[in-house]
């Protein structure tokens, strides 16, 4: 159903952004899952808030197989539903890892551009963006810092011919009269401007 209104380019980027706890990371988990499972499509993925990478694995395995991995109210997966899930993220999922001081964007971009020589890989993902480690230069502001930083992105998405994804966390938002959030912009994202 989000056909008509979504389909990744290679070649460009997208920004995720939306309230918290709002399921920004399973969406765009299960919209990975697709686009491997329809489309052979191959990810590098950096997903800072859900490491150690057999986590994130573990998730992604259950939207694979649509089966929880822990007990609960629905049958869960098979030992050998499991390891045939793992196989198949094996070919088609990277996740990365990287020690304290690889935690930046050019180190991160060093990583995919890797992948995308070694395994092919279609798309890259930072989820999110504020657990990279910014070395943003004095001389800079914040808005500058990350008009540069998006260039790379740009650059890197359009020369490798991968998409990226980059999860954004908004600044804190104020609920409106009825007690609902209002729906994030870009704009709604510290050094957007």
């Given at each position: ?106 180190s991160l971009l060093s990583m995919a551009k890797a992948y995308c020589f070694r395994r092919g890989i279609n798309g890259f993902v930072i989820d999110p963006w504020n657990e990279l480690d910014h070395k943003q230069p004095s001389h800079q502001t914040e808005t500058q810092y ?48």
């Amino acid at each position: 159903s989000l056909n008509e209104y979504y389909r990744p380019v290679l070649g460009q980027w997208t920004a995720v952004i939306a309230i918290p706890g709002s399921g920004k990371t399973a969406w765009l988990a299960a919209l990975m899952v697709n686009l491997a499972r329809i489309h052979d499509w191959k990810f590098c993925v950096f997903p800072a808030e859900n490491l150690p990478a057999a986590e994130y694995a573990t998730m992604l395995a259950e939207i694979y197989l649509g089966l929880p991995f822990n007990r609960g109210p629905h049958e869960r997966m098979s030992r050998a539903e499991l390891a045939a899930a793992l196989d198949w993220l094996q070919e088609h999922f990277i996740i990365l890892s990287p020690n304290d001081d690889e935690l930046d964007l050019d180190s991160l971009l060093s990583m995919a551009k890797a992948y995308c020589f070694r395994r092919g890989i279609n798309g890259f993902v930072i989820d999110p963006w504020n657990e990279l480690d910014h070395k943003q230069p004095s001389h800079q502001t914040e808005t500058q810092y990350v008009a540069q930083s998006l260039i790379k992105v740009r650059r890197f998405a359009k020369s490798h011919n991968v998409h990226v994804w980059i999860v954004v966390h908004p600044t804190k938002l104020a609920k409106d009269r009825d007690g609902k959030y209002p729906v994030p912009t870009l704009y709604d994202a510290c050094g957007s401007s």
